[in-house]
Every structure is written in C-alpha cells, then in structure tokens.
C-alpha cells in the first residue's frame, strides 16, 4: 500500500471512446503528477500538479485532459486515443515539488489498451 | 547526450550473488539521488534515498554516489530471488525541478 491508489488497474478502449483515469493520494501531499510508462523508455512526466493549479504541461497531446479538482484527487480524462498510447500510467504525489529534494511516491499504475 | 543513462540489462544472476546496478549523469547540478525498484506490472517504490556523495546502507542495500565521476550505484548483497525487477534510478535538484529517471534494469536473481 502506497498511499496512491489509481483505478482502473486494467482499461481497454477503443480510439473513438472516452474514459479516465482516477488518482487519490493518502498522504496529504501538495504535488501531484502523471506519468507514462512505455516498455525500454524512461518513465515520461506528462503533468504536474502543486496545490491543484497545472504547473508543467510536457508538450503531451489534447487528446490526455487532467483535472485536479483538490489536492487529493487527479484524473486524466483520454479521449480519441491512439494505439501508440497504450502503456502504463502512473500517478505519483509528493509533499511539494521536488526541486527541493522531496520523493515521489507512485500509484501501482492503470494499464492502458487502445485497440 | 542524454542527461542520465542507465543499462536496461536484463542482468540475470545467481541467488547469493551481488548485484551491481549503476547509473550515470551529465548534469552537475544533480544533488540528490534516488533507487526506485519496479515489480512486473506494479508502480516504482522508493528502494534508497541519498543527497550528495557518498553511501548510504539500508539491510542488504548500499547506494553509492561519486558526483566528481557523475556516477552512481546501487549494490545488493546476498540477493534473493525476491529481488527480481526493474531497478530505475532518480535524481534531480539545482534548476533541475522534476526528477529524471532512467530507463531501469531489469535484474533477475535465479535460484
């Protein structure tokens, strides 16, 4: 138990569906971040949170949408997906932002399919 | 050059034997270092922590860092097939504000 949960684990969905992906993090962090995980690729940060405002956007296409509605919960919205985009998201807290030496702790992670 | 490189193996050892895992950086600015080990189809967890140069040991864990070389190290002593995953290096600090991670080895410790 990380403190991280993100549902679902597992999600398959076709190019023209639209689905999210849900974060809550137990540990009264600040920040709060998406990342994607493809096989032989260093994990890709692809949004960052601090105090439920975005504070880096890394060039990630408008087909992934995220909200952070509080600082316990994220959610990245994916819409009109391509099967380039199946890989494993990873949500991530951290007591603030990390320039200043705090860890990151990790969900166990949402297994993206698009077919 | 990328800013941090790290073999992605697989490393496949014997049970007992110790496991070396290494990482190196280009960007000098780095001041703290972190281990992370990933199991099949499980997020990373935080394995070892360390700021600036030195070891620091955890059990059977010792994470080794050399920033005049740009270098750092995660060793395993008496591994065990238990240890069998992905282990991925962090870091980050000075202008960096996001961790950098490598792409992780995948270690495998047979019995």
């Known amino acids: 138990e990380t403190g991280v949960t993100q549902t679902p684990r597992h999600l398959v969905m076709g190019m023209t569906n639209k689905k999210s992906l849900k974060c809550e993090q137990h540990l009264g962090h600040n920040a709060m971040y998406w990342y994607k995980q493809s096989a032989k690729k260093p994990l890709e940060l692809m949004f960052v949170?601090?105090?439920?405002?975005?504070?880096e956007n890394n060039s990630v296409p408008s087909r992934f949408s995220p909200e952070c509605p509080n600082s316990s919960h994220l959610f990245l919205h994916l819409h009109t997906l391509q099967p380039e985009d199946s890989a494993l998201y990873l949500c991530a807290s951290s007591q603030d932002l990390p320039g200043t030496g705090n860890t990151i702790y990790f969900g166990e992670g949402s297994w993206l399919t698009v077919v | 050059q990328k800013e941090v490189e790290q073999d992605p193996g697989p490393l496949s050892v014997p049970e007992g034997a110790i496991v070396s895992l290494n990482c190196t950086y280009s960007n000098s600015a780095f001041q703290y270092f972190m281990w992370y080990r990933q199991y099949s189809r499980k997020g990373p967890e935080l394995l070892m922590y360390?700021?600036?140069?030195g070891n620091k040991e955890d059990g059977r864990f010792t994470a080794q860092v050399d920033k005049s070389s740009k270098y750092i190290s995660l060793f395993i002593r008496d591994s065990q097939p238990s240890d069998s995953a992905t282990y991925l290096c962090a870091m980050g600090g000075g202008s960096q504000g996001n961790l950098i991670f490598g792409k992780g080895t995948k270690l495998s410790v047979k019995p």
């Open positions: 360390t700021y600036s140069s």
């Open positions: 949170y601090s105090l439920e405002e975005r504070v």
